[in-house]
């Protein structure tokens, strides 16, 4: 079974710029995580998606930041514009249902993104 | 607010011992319950998921929860110097997202 697929890898921006970050989840899974990892923290969400629905977003800097599922499979995530604590480690996940259930999360490999 | 709260470490332990991570929780409405381990650079990947009260053993992990106490914990027995990286307590509150903890970085040592 294919993982959670992410790209690109390394993003290095300077502030204010915009930046853009794609995956697509593992087949079959209905819902989609975007996380942000800052260093020495643990991941906190940004965005949950059932399906191509916004389940939960209140952590999403929405003035600047934006994600989208159009289709219900992939996902992007922008950011616009770049600010200096936004240099983390932004972490795609997905499971096969969202909230109700137990269903255990899997995380894509990441994008490290360097805001200079 | 609810928490998930780890001690950072790092726990050091020697090779072929039982290495203990802690992890306590803020709200007794929880669900399910996650240790994930992340590798330095690597992103998380799922080790041990418990939903109801005593042991889960799988291979040399066994995780433990106790929901009147508000912990859950994780056991690595024969640490080897492969299980060196950062564990994180992730609990999944009913209703709502998975809340993960700061991680707890192990090292063994030779």
């Known amino acids: 079974e294919a993982g959670v697929a992410q790209s690109p890898r390394y993003k290095i921006i300077e502030k204010r710029q915009s930046v853009a970050f794609w995956c697509n989840p593992i087949s079959g899974h209905a819902t989609l995580y975007w996380y942000q990892q800052i260093l020495g923290q643990g991941p906190k969400l940004l965005i949950q998606f059932q399906n191509n629905g916004v389940v939960d977003d209140s952590q999403l800097p929405k003035d600047r930041f934006s994600a989208e599922r159009l289709k219900g499979v992939d996902s992007t995530l922008k950011i616009q514009p770049a600010k200096l604590e936004d240099s983390a480690v932004y972490l795609c996940?997905?499971?096969?249902?969202?909230?109700?259930?137990?269903?255990?999360?899997?995380f894509g490999d990441g994008t490290r993104l360097s805001i200079l | 607010q609810k928490e998930v709260e780890q001690n950072s470490g790092p726990l050091s332990v020697p090779e072929g011992a039982i290495a203990s991570l802690n992890c306590t929780y803020s709200?007794?409405?929880?669900?399910?319950f996650f240790w994930y381990r992340q590798y330095s650079g690597k992103s998380p990947e799922l080790i041990m998921s418990?939903?109801?009260?005593g042991d889960k053993e799988d291979g040399r992990f066994t995780a433990q929860l106790n929901k009147a106490s508000q912990y859950v914990s994780l056991l690595i027995r024969d640490s080897q110097p492969s299980d060196s990286a950062t564990y994180l307590c992730?609990?999944?509150?009913?209703?709502?997202?998975?809340?993960f903890g700061t991680g707890t970085r192990l090292q063994v040592t030779l």
């Open positions: 418990i939903y109801s009260n």
């Open positions: 996940a997905s499971s096969l249902e969202g909230t109700q259930s137990n269903q255990p999360q899997h």
């Open positions: 709200d007794r409405v929880s669900q399910s």
């Open positions: 992730a609990v999944k509150y009913i209703a709502s997202k998975l809340t």
